[in-house]
């Protein structure tokens, strides 16, 4: 883990020969305070480990607006049986841009997120009718007489709001994006225990491509640090409106998970 973080503040100081490139909603897994244009939209296809995919759509309601939908699909490419997570609303406003002496973004959203192998806790009571309940506290009783729990280890459905500042920086007569910010998962499950912080940023090398790293899962009493994720991703934009990304997404002792992501930035 202390290498990758080396490598992530190492990123910090990487960029040359830079130019103006569409700044972007989201790093890695992390978001950042930009939005889409005004009548623009955006559509998202995400490939992960063990034949998982995540579609996601949103379309530029204003400038400082977007709103859309998210869903989730494990196993969808394999063998084994395909298994539909519960869909999602994606949505970001933003306050401000700052100013040309202050460029300090400000945004509030909700959105998915991944939460690698330590994935939810389903409880079941009837299989046969297929009822599922979250874990809180009323129904312990209930949870330890009846049910049966099983890991869902590879799910990416959680969602939850997020609040996030995004500085531009300038080294080497280029532009660099910092994001950071602290979001709570509340669907399906409602966990603060698990509310976290993330940071990241997104560096721009030429007109084509750009570099990324961040980390998230930073716990808000920045403990269970074998928990925390350390993601690096590279990303390739053919006229500003077809991208291709692959991204390593990093946790201590864990498997790593390899993510293969295509995006179409359109207009209407």
């Given at each position: 883990m202390k290498?990758?973080?080396?490598?992530?503040?190492?990123?910090?100081?990487?960029?040359?020969?830079?130019y103006a490139?569409?700044?972007?909603?989201?790093?890695?897994?992390t978001p950042t305070a930009f939005t889409i244009g005004r009548g623009t939209y955006e559509f998202n296809?995400?490939?992960?480990?063990?034949?998982?995919v995540n579609f996601k759509t949103f379309v530029g309601l204003h400038d400082a607006m977007f709103l859309g939908?998210?869903?989730?699909?494990?196993?969808?490419i394999g063998k084994d049986k395909p298994r539909f997570n519960i869909p999602g609303v994606v949505t970001k406003i933003k306050f401000t841009d700052g100013t040309e002496n202050f460029p300090i973004g400000i945004a509030i959203g909700y959105d998915?997120?991944?939460?690698?192998?330590?994935?939810?806790?389903?409880?079941?009571?009837?299989?046969?009718?297929?009822f599922l309940f979250p874990p809180y506290y009323g129904y312990k009783y209930l949870r330890k007489?009846?049910?049966s729990k099983s890991k869902n280890q590879l799910d990416r459905t959680i969602y939850g709001p997020y609040a996030v500042i995004t500085n531009t920086i300038y080294l080497f007569d280029s532009e660099q994006y910092i994001s950071y910010g602290a979001r709570v998962p509340?669907?399906?499950?409602?966990i603060p225990k698990d509310s976290s912080y993330f940071l990241g940023i997104d560096v721009p090398l030429g007109e084509y491509f750009r570099i990324k790293?961040?980390?998230?899962?930073?716990?808000?009493?920045?403990?269970?640090?074998?928990?925390?994720?350390?993601?690096?991703?590279?990303?390739?934009?053919?006229?500003?409106?077809?991208?291709?990304?692959?991204?390593?997404?990093?946790?201590?002792?864990?498997?790593?998970?390899?993510?293969?992501?295509?995006e179409y930035h359109g207009e209407f």
């Open positions: 290498k990758h973080l080396l490598i992530f503040v190492g990123l910090l100081l990487i960029s040359s020969g830079a490139q569409t700044k972007r909603p989201n790093v890695i897994d296809f995400l490939g992960y480990d063990n034949g998982g939908a998210s869903t989730d699909i494990q196993n969808l998915s997120f991944y939460i690698g192998k330590d994935g939810k806790v389903y409880d079941t009571i009837d299989k046969k009718k297929g007489k009846y049910s509340t669907q399906p499950d409602f790293a961040e980390t998230e899962r930073v716990y808000w009493n920045l403990g269970r640090t074998k928990k925390w994720l350390v993601n690096f991703g590279v990303r390739y934009t053919y006229l500003e409106q077809l991208s291709i990304e692959f991204d390593l997404l990093l946790q201590t002792n864990r498997t790593l998970n390899r993510v293969l992501r295509i």
